[in-house]
């Protein structure tokens, strides 16, 4: 089992920056990896980014060059967003994925004003 808390949403005007982070517990040297989703009012939630535990990662093509994924251990998560713009307007998820198994955490709003 892993728990995860995301913190550090907000309100942002477009063109600023956010840092979000998701911190981890429970069986943590388990996780495969680890990655950010989001989910805009109507839409489907989407992959942002995806950081594995060899620290390969991948993004949504409607964020590369403005948001970094990244880890500082084996716990702790983060998603630098920069250049935001009103698109990226959603809940953001965290996410670990063990075993096949993924993990959600509750999420956090990111509003982003035009």
């Known amino acids: 089992q892993v728990q995860l808390v995301e913190s550090g949403g907000g309100l942002v005007q477009a063109g600023g920056s956010l840092r979000l982070s998701c911190a981890a517990t429970?069986?943590?040297?388990?996780?495969?990896?680890m990655g950010w989703y989001r989910q805009a009012p109507g839409k489907q939630r989407e992959l942002v980014a995806i950081i594995r535990s060899g620290g390969s990662t991948n993004y949504a093509d409607s964020v590369k060059g403005r948001f970094t994924i990244s880890r500082d251990n084996v716990w702790t998560m983060y998603l630098q967003m920069s250049s935001l713009k009103p698109e990226d307007t959603a809940v953001y998820y965290c996410?670990?994925?063990?075993?096949?198994?993924?993990?959600w955490g509750k999420g956090t709003l990111v509003t982003v004003s035009s």
């Open positions: 429970g069986s943590i040297f388990s996780i495969n990896a």
């Open positions: 996410n670990a994925v063990v075993q096949a198994l993924n993990y």
